[in-house]
Nanobody, 128 residues
Framework: AQLVESEGGSVQTGGSLNVSCIIS????????LAWYRRPPGNEREVVPA??????????PSVKVRFTISQDRQDSGKITLYLLMNNQQFEDTAMYYC????????????????????WGQGTQVTVSA
């Protein structure tokens, strides 16, 4: 699979930012997609995940503020979106989209190690 993210950006606290990822050649019969982030000096964290059936799950730190969604095209490509509202300083991180085999996300968010493919990363910076 190939994953290509849009450019991130800078935003003030309380602001919003939307990033996307075009995913092609997902060869799993089913799949789970996610956004994960790596804040400066911290471990990777999967923030929201979505499975092939459209079920979603969010880390407590972003629940209510972030929305993950997908748009599947007849060509087989998938565009994965991450809408980030009411952004806070702690949202500053490199964000990566990721794809892996299907696992229902309604019960748990898969860890970063679940995913086999990921994008190149896009920087999101939140400032005063």
């Amino acid at each position: 699979a190939q994953l290509v993210e849009s450019e991130g950006g800078s935003v003030q606290t309380g602001g919003s930012l939307n990033v996307s990822c075009i995913i092609s050649a997902v060869r799993y019969p089913g799949y789970t997609l996610a956004w994960y982030r790596r804040p400066p000096g911290n471990e990777r964290e999967v923030v929201p995940a979505i499975d092939k059936d459209g079920h979603t799950n969010y880390a407590p730190s972003v629940k209510v503020r972030f929305t993950i969604s997908q748009d599947r095209q007849d060509s087989g490509k998938i565009t994965l979106y991450l809408l980030m509202n009411n952004q806070q300083f702690e949202d500053t991180a490199m964000y990566y989209c990721a794809a892996g085999p299907y696992i229902p996300v309604s019960r748990m968010i898969p860890p970063p190690s679940w995913f086999n493919y990921w994008g190149q990363g896009t920087q999101v910076t939140v400032s005063a």
